[in-house]
């Protein structure tokens, strides 16, 4: 079982940054298993935001926040950020952090049905 406990929520204007944090219970976390950053609004689904393989290299990010966020891990404090610049109202929601509980060879980071694990999540707002 992985515990994901995230941080770094809060109300900031457009334009201005947040960075969020997700620490992971488990040490086992291997570098074949994937981590993201899912945002959800109240009667909206859930939409991958950014992704990463655990060992590092590859990420993933949605469309709306490419240039703008951008995901990052310490395999030593088994941590998961995501720096958030040029915030814009439509970034407000509630954001999650998620891993994968095997591989995610094949799967798509960004599919919120290819994570097991799921963090409590920690609310972004951001005003216009």
């Known amino acids: 079982q992985v515990q994901l406990v995230e941080s770094g929520g809060g109300s900031v204007q457009a334009g201005g940054s947040l960075r969020l944090s997700c620490a992971a219970s488990?040490?086992?976390?291997?570098?074949?298993?994937?981590m993201g950053w899912f945002r959800q609004d109240p009667g909206k689904e859930r939409e991958g935001v950014a992704a990463?393989?655990?060992?590092?290299?590859?990420?993933y990010y949605a469309d709306s926040v490419k240039g703008r966020f951008t995901i990052s891990q310490d395999n030593e404090k088994n941590t998961l950020y995501l720096q958030m610049n040029s915030l814009r109202p439509e970034d407000t929601a509630m954001y999650y952090c998620?891993?994968?509980?095997?591989?995610?060879?094949?799967?798509?980071?960004?599919?919120?049905?290819?994570?097991?694990?799921w963090g409590k999540g920690t609310l972004v707002t951001i005003s216009s």
């Open positions: 990463i393989y655990f060992g590092g290299g590859s990420t």
């Open positions: 998620a891993v994968t509980a095997a591989a995610c060879g094949g799967l798509d980071p960004l599919d919120y049905n290819a994570m097991d694990y």
């Open positions: 488990t040490r086992y976390i291997y570098s074949s298993n994937c």
